[in-house]
C-alpha cells in the first residue's frame, strides 16, 4: 500500500513537471510558453492589446506596421528585437537599412506599451514578446485570426545592418530570391505565401513600386505583368520623378480589413509590389496557394496563426541569452 502511495505521488509530481512542455514549443534558442508571464505579469497581454487597439483606432494603418516590424525583426537575427535599437556609440541601427527606412515604423507604439508594462511588471516583458503580442493583436482588430502568442523571448544586446539590408526580402526581389531568404529562415512556400497575405492591410510608397509602372526590364518599358488599367491609376499618384513618399494600399479593395482580398487582387493582375505579383507569374505553387486562399478565407486564416508562429520563432534568445530590456530602443547600461 505505500509503495503504491509513493508510486502515485511521484508520478503525479512528474505530470506536474513535465505539463508546461505540453504547452511549449522548443526552438533552437530553448522553449518558448503560450503563459510564460502568467504568474511574473499576469497583465502583460491586456496592456499590450490595450496600447495597440487605441494606436490602430487613431491610425488603421498601424496595424499592419506592427505586423511588419515584427517580421522585420525575426528575418535579420532572429525575433530578438534588435530592430528596435537606435543609433548608439556601440550600435548602428537597422532603422537605417534599405528595407526598414521607408517602411518599418510603430516604435513609439512600442514605446507607449514597454512604458505600460515597465510600471506594471518591471523589468519582466521583453521587447522581442511586445512585437510578437502587438502582431498577433493587429491581425484580430483588422479582422483577421488570432493565435496563442508563444512567448519568452530575450532581447538582444545587438543589431545587424548587414543583415538587413541582406536578409529581409524587398519589394523588387526575383521570386527564387524572396524564396531563399524564406528557406534560409527555416520557411518554406507555404509560408511564403501565407505571410504575403498580410499585405491585406497596410500602404506601401510609390519607391517601392515605380519600376514596376515605368521601367521593369530596364529599357523603359512597364511591368506587363500588372493591369494596365490599374497601371494608369496608380501613375497618377507615383509620377516618373517625384513623389516617392505617396503612399497606396497595397490591397484597394479593403485596405483596412484583414481578408483574402490580396489574394484576389494578383489573381486579376493587380498586387501592387513586384514581390507581390511574382506568387502567381513566377512559380506554379505559389500560385495554387493564391487561388486557394482567394477562394476560402477560412484556409487563409487556418494558416496564417500557424506561419506567424512558426516565424515567430526563429533563432529567439531564451533563458540566460541577451536581456529584458528597460527602453526598447536601449541595451540596458
Same mark, same amino acid.
Given at each position: 500500500m505505500a509503495k503504491s502511495m509513493t508510486f502515485l505521488i511521484v508520478t503525479t509530481l512528474l505530470a506536474l513537471a513535465l505539463a508546461p512542455l505540453c504547452f511549449s514549443h522548443k526552438t533552437d534558442g530553448g522553449y518558448l510558453y503560450p503563459h510564460y508571464y502568467e504568474?511574473?505579469?499576469?497583465?502583460?497581454?491586456?496592456?499590450?492589446?490595450?496600447?495597440?487597439?487605441?494606436?490602430?483606432?487613431?491610425?488603421?494603418?498601424?496595424?499592419a506596421s506592427l505586423i511588419r516590424v515584427h517580421f522585420h525583426d525575426c528575418f535579420v537575427k532572429g525575433c530578438d528585437g534588435s530592430i528596435l535599437l537606435d543609433n548608439s556609440s556601440t550600435i548602428i541601427s537597422e532603422k537605417g537599412s534599405n528595407p526598414n527606412r521607408n517602411s518599418a515604423r510603430g516604435f513609439n507604439v512600442v514605446d507607449d506599451i514597454k512604458t505600460a508594462l515597465e510600471k506594471e511588471c518591471p523589468h519582466t516583458v521583453s521587447c522581442a514578446d511586445i512585437l510578437a503580442i502587438a502582431a498577433r493583436d493587429s491581425s484580430?482588430?483588422?479582422?483577421? #485570426?488570432?493565435?496563442?502568442?508563444?512567448?519568452?523571448?530575450?532581447?538582444?544586446?545587438?543589431?545587424?545592418?548587414?543583415?538587413?539590408?541582406?536578409?529581409?526580402?524587398?519589394?523588387?526581389?526575383?521570386?527564387?530570391?524572396?524564396l531563399t531568404k524564406f528557406k534560409l529562415k527555416g520557411l518554406d512556400i507555404v509560408d511564403l505565401v501565407t505571410l504575403s497575405g498580410s499585405h491585406t492591410i497596410g500602404k506601401s510608397r510609390c519607391t517601392s513600386f515605380r519600376q514596376r509602372l515605368y521601367n521593369q526590364s530596364g529599357n523603359g518599358q512597364p511591368d506587363f505583368t500588372l493591369d494596365q488599367s490599374y497601371a494608369r491609376q496608380l501613375r497618377k499618384g507615383c509620377p516618373q520623378?517625384?513623389?516617392?513618399?505617396?503612399?497606396? #494600399?497595397?490591397?484597394?479593395v479593403t485596405p483596412t480589413k484583414f481578408d483574402n482580398n490580396y489574394f484576389k487582387n494578383l489573381l486579376a493582375s493587380k498586387g501592387l509590389l513586384n514581390s507581390d505579383q511574382v506568387l502567381v507569374t513566377k512559380s506554379e505553387r505559389s500560385m495554387e496557394l493564391v487561388k486557394k486562399y482567394a477562394e476560402n478565407t477560412e484556409l487563409f486564416f487556418q494558416q496564417f496563426p500557424k506561419s506567424m508562429i512558426k516565424m515567430g520563432n526563429i533563432t529567439p534568445l531564451t533563458g540566460s541569452k541577451g536581456e529584458i530590456r528597460k527602453n526598447c530602443r536601449k541595451v540596458n547600461s
Open positions: 504568474r511574473s505579469c499576469p497583465k502583460a497581454l491586456e496592456i499590450v492589446k490595450s496600447v495597440v487597439a487605441k494606436a490602430v483606432a487613431k491610425e488603421a494603418r498601424m496595424a484580430v482588430l483588422t479582422g483577421g #485570426p488570432s493565435w496563442e502568442v508563444l512567448l519568452g523571448r530575450r532581447d538582444s544586446r545587438s543589431a545587424s545592418l548587414s543583415g538587413s539590408n541582406n536578409n529581409i526580402p524587398a519589394p523588387n526581389n526575383t521570386f527564387p530570391t524572396i520623378s517625384g513623389g516617392d513618399q505617396n503612399l497606396f #494600399p497595397l490591397d484597394f
